[in-house]
């Protein structure tokens, strides 16, 4: 064991002379190494390049360094997945070691995170893997089945844990943490229903994580920061095998035991469905799991500091969460994939222009989905910082932009920061185009998107200029040098389904003005699988409406990113009174729709008063002709080159101004 306790939230740089304005911005020391402020970018698996030593590590080192530079304290870089089987080639000490240079030369403390997956996910997605590795024989939750490790083999593991410590070291970290959550091996060695070994790894189920601490912490030595990650409640009662708060409370009191540890990371659950509470989306709060964070800081007495973690978006949250004493650091790791700079404008007196994570969680459904990087709704930088750099144009340019919808709002604010004479117009009386339907929905939080870029046009000197419908005479007037379509998508010509004629059938936008209170029953038929059906269909249900939801695929709402399908098929189960997959709407006659199966096979009549119909609509294009016979160049962007999603628009709006 090593001397007494270890570093003490309470405990200040030396050399530091901080602002009395903030506690957020208040240098902490944590096991002797001293952080320059309290906010915190944890581990997140932001790019799968980095991990791969035959491509670019660029992208990421650049990725941490330019969240380095906006003013982090403390980064955790993505973890390095535990090899118990040998050790890793040099090439991926040499790219740790250029990651943690960069990082460092911007003043932030880097750990570098130690995981083994255990028993999750599949294999089978590298033939050259061998079975998955856990405490029993246990099954995933995508259906494979675990190899129980012997004794001999979880010496191999711990082992493997202390070669990538050896690594980090040599690379030049601050430390490490020790992932003991999210379901993975560590959180594995730990739950009844995933360790019933009768062996001394399994009679004593916090020896494993200890013998791991054991050997990091002889890697590291006794000056740099050993951090340990831990659920402060796995959502699993005692009953059901799980440790609840109480348990999980005590395995960290038990890690805590060894003297070994400087913090403590907190996370909710036990992966799977529960990454859902883990990292909340825009139906949470802010700092949502922010009580169990507190319940668990009061039981180990702040023994070491501890990070709050949770949908922590703004700084006015993450200082009161301090004050509070809720927690020691405030993990702002989204927030930060939204907007580097966030702390450094806090700084400068300017946040009311920091670019706000809205929750929409792109970035870690991308990661979930198996996707090779994370981005950003509405940061199309993230990861792509040296393709996306803003530049002052060689010449300035007369720069019209039609549509001020996500697209036409992000072309014309980066086309003005390059210095570009920049008027957008708008036929609708409020800016944020189709996203703007969101604001009656659980996903009002994306709306504030296109509230920030209307904000920052206006500091730009670019004001929207709404109700104008631009034409030949307009365009003749302003004699652009640029023309940029962003003009979004419509519902396409014709009848969506058999009958449609007899029956009321409206968008999902129509269907939020006029579905107000009490009514008729509603069908909602969507034909796309992303956010959009589901977010209706429950703003609908909330009015007190009976809403039926059918699709055609085999399950709701497919193509919403991991992160939500592991949320949304309950909330429709809760609130609708059917839910249909795989179906079909094979006809409607007046006030009854017939659901069928794609083979025809009739599913159920259904009564409704008005049908909602989540349908592809097609790119407005009507002024595409008038700008190609004025002859001027032009740019089509957002769903008015291909209806996607929100995020297509902001980065093609981006795109498209950095080549004016």
């Not at 796995?234 to 095998?241: C, G, I, N, Y």
Request: charge should be negative; include cysteine.
């Amino acid at each position: 064991m090593r001397r007494g306790a270890r570093g003490s939230s309470n405990t200040p740089c030396p050399e530091a002379s901080v602002s009395q304005l903030s506690l957020l911005f208040t240098p902490i020391t944590i096991g002797g190494v001293a952080v320059r402020n309290r906010a915190a970018i944890t581990a997140h698996g932001a790019s799968e390049m980095f991990r791969n030593p035959r491509l670019a590590p660029e992208p990421y080192i650049e990725y941490l360094r330019r969240r380095a530079a906006g003013g982090v304290g403390l980064i955790i870089a993505q973890a390095l997945y535990v090899n118990p089987l040998d050790d890793y080639p040099a090439e991926f000490a040499d790219r740790h070691a250029r990651l943690a240079e960069a990082v460092k030369a911007e003043g932030a403390t880097l750990l570098l995170q130690l995981v083994h997956l255990g028993a999750t996910f599949r294999s089978d997605a590298d033939v050259r893997r061998p079975p998955l590795w856990g405490f029993g024989t246990t099954l995933t939750d995508r259906g494979e089945i675990s190899h129980a490790m012997t004794g001999e083999q979880i010496e191999m593991m711990i082992a493997g844990y202390g070669r990538i410590a050896a690594m980090a070291v040599r690379a030049g970290f601050d430390g490490c943490e020790i992932h003991g959550a999210h379901g993975y091996l560590g959180q594995q060695s730990l739950s009844p229903w995933l360790n019933r070994r009768d062996d001394e790894w399994g009679l004593d189920r916090t020896l494993f994580l200890r013998r791991v601490i054991e050997v990091v912490r002889g890697e590291l030595g006794p000056d740099r920061i050993l951090g340990y990650r831990s659920a402060t409640d796995d959502l699993r009662s005692p009953e059901d095998e799980g440790l609840g708060a109480v348990g999980s409370i005590a395995a960290v009191q038990a890690m805590l035991a060894t003297g070994e540890i400087d913090l403590v990371n907190t996370t909710v659950g036990h992966g799977g469905k529960s990454y859902a509470q883990a990292i909340p989306s825009y139906r949470h709060t802010e700092g949502v799991n922010m009580p169990r964070t507190r319940r668990l800081r009061d039981a180990i007495g702040a023994a070491v500091p501890v990070i709050g973690v949770g949908r922590i978006s703004s700084i006015a949250v993450a200082e009161a969460l301090l004050r509070a004493g809720d927690c020691d650091l405030v993990a702002m790791t989204r927030a930060h994939i939204a907007d580097p700079d966030i702390v450094s404008k806090a700084r400068r007196g300017v946040a009311h222009r920091i670019r706000p994570c809205v929750g929409a969680l792109v970035c870690k459904s991308r990661k979930l989905d198996g996707f090779s990087e994370i981005t950003c709704l509405h940061n199309p930088e993230a990861l792509r910082e040296h393709e996306f750099v803003v530049r002052p144009a060689e010449h300035s340019r007369r720069v019209v932009v039609v549509g001020a919808g996500p697209a036409g709002l992000k072309c014309a604010e980066v086309a003005a920061r390059r210095g570009h004479e920049v008027r957008i117009f708008d036929a609708a009386r409020r800016a944020g185009g189709a996203l703007r339907w969101v604001e009656r929905t659980a996903a009002a939080d994306l709306a504030g998107s296109v509230d920030h870029l209307a904000a920052e046009l206006e500091i730009l000197g670019v004001k929207p200029e709404l109700g104008v419908t631009v034409d030949a005479g307009l365009l003749e007037e302003l004699r652009p040098d640029h023309v940029v379509l962003a003009t979004g998508a419509a519902r396409a010509p014709g009848e969506p389904f058999p009958g449609a004629e007899t029956t009321r059938v409206l968008s999902g936008v129509q269907a939020l003005d006029a579905l107000d209170g009490d009514g008729d029953d509603v069908l909602v038929f969507d034909a796309i699988g992303a956010n959009e059906g589901a977010l209706v269909a429950e703003a609908l249900a909330a009015r007190s409406r009976r809403v039926t939801f059918v699709t055609p695929y085999e399950t709701v709402t497919p193509y919403s990113g991991a992160s939500h399908r592991m949320e949304v098929p309950d909330v429709l189960r809760r609130r609708m009174s059917q839910i249909v997959t795989q179906g079909l709407l094979g006809f409607a006659d007046g006030r009854v729709v017939t659901v069928v199966r794609p083979e025809g096979e009739t599913i159920a009549e259904i009564e409704v008063g008005a049908v909602v119909a989540i349908v592809p609509p097609e790119p407005r294009l009507e002024l595409l002709e008038t700008i190609r016979a004025t002859g001027v160049s032009h740019s089509i962007v957002g769903d008015a080159q291909a209806p996607r999603t929100a995020t297509e628009a902001f980065r093609e709006g981006a795109l498209a101004a950095l080549v004016i």
